[in-house]
């Protein structure tokens, strides 16, 4: 059995994408594949993955022959250093296709890209017809009910976001919109997935600042909240 090896991006943080490559490699795992992912030396562990992730540094020589190495849409580091090996399956898993042309998908035949999937099927789509694609498989993602789902009590007046994208927009709300004043503004930053949902589950209202997101899954997991 090949070993599945997700990289995680070099920004691991507390984000939506970090976590749904985690969600797979456990759901790989549960169904009996070798799988394991791997992240730079600043990874903290923010998610309960129910495995340990690997920290590799700069280095790629552990990967073994006829390993199927997962890379996100913005990898090019990794991909330059495993370029030439004749050994290993590289695929690419895009969440985002604002970002996909910053990474391996527009070099696909230097770096011996051998396959694509994303999240969405607007994301497959724009990658069918961007890149000149066949199809491109889509493996949904999903909201953990265990962990969204029980909402709190909630806390009047309360507004939560998330001030990782555009958080210069809520301070124009607060200082443009005279009814932010009375509203209690909850930033939800650098919190582990229990403590997000706990957030949400107290908020009577979730911010939404998305933009240019391939999928957003911080309003799914509001609304589940």
């Not at 724009?126 to 493996?139: D, S």
Request: glycine share 10%; with cysteine.
């Amino acid at each position: 059995m090949p070993d599945i090896i997700y990289i995680l991006p070099a920004d691991s943080g507390p984000v939506g994408g970090v976590k749904v490559q985690l969600q797979h490699v456990r759901m790989l795992r549960q169904a009996g594949f070798s799988a394991e992912a791997y992240a730079l030396a600043n990874f903290h562990d923010w998610y309960d993955a129910g495995f340990p992730v690997t920290i590799f540094g700069q280095q790629t020589h552990w990967i073994r022959p006829g390993s199927i190495v997962v890379f996100p849409e913005t990898e090019l580091p990794r991909l330059k250093q495993t370029a030439d090996w004749p050994d290993i399956w590289r695929i690419i898993f895009c969440q985002n296709h604002y970002l996909a042309n910053s990474g391996g998908l527009a070099r696909r035949d230097r770096y011996g890209i051998h396959g694509v999937f994303s999240c969405s099927a607007i994301i497959s789509t724009y990658l069918e017809a961007h890149f000149g694609l066949g199809h491109v498989p889509v493996v949904p993602n999903a909201i953990d009910r265990g962990v969204f789902g029980a909402a709190g009590t909630k806390r009047p007046g309360s507004i939560a976001y998330m001030p990782r994208k555009y958080s210069n927009a809520v301070g124009w709300l607060r200082d443009n919109v005279p009814e932010a004043a009375a509203w209690n503004w909850l930033p939800l930053h650098n919190l582990s997935q229990t403590e997000v949902a706990s957030e949400l589950g107290q908020a009577e209202v979730f911010l939404a600042l998305s933009y240019r997101e391939g999928f957003g899954l911080p309003p799914l997991e509001a609304m589940a909240s």
